[in-house]
């Protein structure tokens, strides 16, 4: 974790890890089967609905709205959870979070926990702090099953184990599901329903035989403190049902002011994430109810580098993210590179952006860089977060971070000033480029750039500069015109 308590997988610099990821030609295939479908599935669902634009520019709205008035809306949910008969606490950072997590844990004596997929646990990396404190959370949406057995790191946002392919999947249930529980079933095959059944029955005795369980949030009602989990197995509504307590991690921004805007976003989400018109499995409850789901609720509210990220005019649009994942399908360098090469919890163009808030400029300076600009990425988004814009500002900071008393890039930029600001520096500066580059010329362009411009040629030719310049032109075969 670095200093602000956010979960970095200490993996390369980008352009490093995107170099080994380029190599593997199975992940791509993965990768490009994966997001071709999902990308064409969100594209027709979207398409029926005469009114799309107008719930984007209304889901905008909303979340810019609750950003604004973020600390009454947090106040109003807590007050509504509360008298629902839920518990809610506060944290601050990651280390905070997975103290009190750990102790509502320990509280009830128990060692195991079942968990619903929560991004936000992955960012504070709760399954290993309860492993330190001698608990065990047992993964239970699919996706996250595979990626727990194969002692493996998420590479999607909705899909963590999209560069896995069913082949892959079926050796590791062989090898790996007896170690966790109960055994892949004999002769196991890679059709996928034999997968999901195998899956299905490794975690049935964990549903049935478990006292906690710990989910995430998709949204959170101030007015009513009701919370939303959307999801599509419905190992969910297991995990949120059968246990007798239940904790909730949830960033702040998840919170939303009424149902009627929780409502734009449910004919969003389900469209832009998987191409559905509506998840199979929508959970709300609202803290405890007597006789019916469990005991004990607790909802733990972390702020984590959010409330850094809402200090920024740019950059807070971010917090607007519902986590669908429509950026990264159609991203062209996501396809590629897959999840891991951003070294974060959060990849693609959404985790580019917000990874480097979260965990300052400093530690992600590459993740900005991580795009073409194309911005597909805006087109999709369902409540149009300007992220092409939001790169080029974290570009700049992330510039003006590496910045130092001799940095080369400032003195190439008080030379050049000074070059520009004198005619006669100007000229000999032009001449001197273009007898430099008839030396360096081949086929009538420069292909390599000596010493510290070489950065610049890796990847682009140079134009040959002109034996002439337009001043000297002007001024041997112009200048007493009138």
């Known amino acids: ?19 080994e990821a380029l190599a593997d030609t199975q992940l791509r295939a993965n990768l490009r089967r994966a997001t071709t479908t999902i990308r064409d599935k969100r594209l027709a669902v979207a398409a029926e ?51 009190i997590v750990t102790g509502l844990v320990r509280a009830t004596g128990e060692r195991t926990v079942v968990k619903v997929k929560s991004m936000a646990t992955q960012e504070i990396g709760l399954n290993e702090a309860l492993a330190e404190a001698g608990i065990t959370a047992y993964e239970t949406d699919l996706a996250e ?9 998420p590479s999607h946002i909705l899909v963590p184990a999209i560069h896995r392919n069913r082949t892959e999947i079926r050796d590791l249930f062989v090898a790996e599901m007896g170690r966790w529980g109960r055994p892949a079933p004999e002769g196991l095959g890679d059709d996928p329903r034999e997968l999901a ?33 959307v999801e599509s197995e419905g190992n969910g509504r297991m995990c949120l049902t059968l246990p007798e307590t239940l904790i909730t991690v949830m960033g702040i921004e998840k919170v939303v002011p009424t149902w009627s805007d929780l409502e734009v976003f449910l004919q969003l989400l389900p469209r832009s994430a998987t191409g559905e018109r509506m998840n199979p499995y929508t959970s709300a409850w609202t803290g405890t109810t007597e006789g ?44 590629r590179t897959g999840g891991h090469a951003y070294g974060s919890v959060y990849p693609g163009p959404i985790g580019a952006v917000l990874t480097p808030q979260l965990v300052g400029i400093e530690q992600a300076a590459s993740l900005p860089f991580a795009s073409t600009l194309c911005g597909a990425c805006y087109d999709a ?9 939001v790169l080029a500002h974290l570009r ?10 001799l940095n080369p890039e400032a003195l190439a930029m008080k030379a050049a000033a000074r070059v520009l600001d004198s005619p006669r520096l100007l000229s000999a500066a032009q001449r001197a480029a273009a007898a430099g580059g008839r030396l360096l010329a081949r086929d009538g362009r420069i292909g390599r750039l000596p010493g510290p411009l070489r950065g610049w040629s890796d990847s682009r030719d140079t134009p040959v500069p002109p034996a002439e310049s337009f001043r000297a032109w002007w001024r041997e075969n112009r200048e007493g015109e009138r």
């Open 396 to 405: 700049a900071r992330a510039v003006e971070a590496g910045r130092g008393p």
């Open 1 to 19: 974790m670095n200093g602000r308590g956010v979960v970095w997988l200490g993996s390369p610099s980008f352009p490093d890890a995107a170099r």
């Open 197 to 229: 059944e195998a899956a299905r029955l490794h975690l049935r005795s964990r549903f049935l035989g478990a006292k906690v369980a710990v989910s995430g949030a998709n949204f959170a009602v101030a007015d009513t403190g009701t919370v939303v989990v």
């Open 145 to 153: 099953l595979i990626v727990q057995l194969g002692d493996d790191r």
């Open 292 to 335: 019916d789901g469990p005991r004990a609720f607790h909802l733990v509210l972390l702020d984590n580098g959010r409330t850094d990220t809402l200090a920024d005019e740019v950059g807070r649009q971010v917090l607007g993210c519902i986590r669908c994942s429509a950026c990264l399908n159609v991203c062209p360098v996501f396809e």
């Open 381 to 389: 988004c369902p409540v149009k977060i300007d992220i092409p814009r």
């Open 49 to 99: 609905l005469d009114d799309w634009e107008h719930l984007r520019d209304a889901a905008a709205a909303i979340k810019n709205r609750t950003s604004r008035h973020l600390d009454r809306y947090l106040v109003r949910l807590e007050e509504s959870v509360t008298a629902a008969g839920g518990t809610v606490h506060w944290a601050a950072d990651a280390a905070e979070a997975n103290r």
